[in-house]
Nanobody
Framework: QVQLVESGGGLVQAGGSLRLSCAAS????????VGWFRQAPGKEREFVAA????????YYADSMKGRFTISRDNAKNTVYLQMNSLKPEDTAVYFC????????????????????WGQGTQVTVSS
């Protein structure tokens, strides 16, 4: 069983940056792809980015490409989301989760394929 805790959210002005962290407990964390998702008020939870268990492959939603960078440090059981050039429309609660399958070689952005959701961290971008 993997438990995830997100941190690093906060209030930032448009154009600013934040780095989110997703810290995991559990010895098998480094065998799972990890994804970041976000949910704005009144909207569906949407895919942001994901990184494979080895860290060698990353995948981004189109609107995040070039602004967000996902990475992981398996020695620290942590996945990061560096967010630059933030926009007011990036305001949401950000969640991390693990793939439901270990060692999957292909990344999916389908939230139904993810489990072990954290409690989320609020990101607010002011204009």
């Amino acid at each position: 069983q993997v438990q995830l805790v997100e941190s690093g959210g906060g209030l930032v002005q448009a154009g600013g940056s934040l780095r989110l962290s997703c810290a995991a407990s559990g010895r098998t964390f480094n065998t799972y792809t990890v994804g970041w998702f976000r949910q704005a008020p009144g909207k569906e939870r949407e895919f942001v980015a994901a990184v494979t268990w080895s860290g060698s492959i990353t995948y981004y939603a189109d609107s995040m490409k070039g602004r967000f960078t996902i990475s992981r440090d398996n020695a620290k059981n942590t996945v990061y989301l560096q967010m630059n050039s933030l926009k007011p429309e990036d305001t949401a609660v950000y969640f991390c989760a693990t793939d439901r399958l270990r060692y999957r070689s292909q990344i999916t952005g389908d939230k139904s394929e993810y489990v072990n959701w954290g409690q989320g961290t609020q990101v607010t971008v002011s204009s």
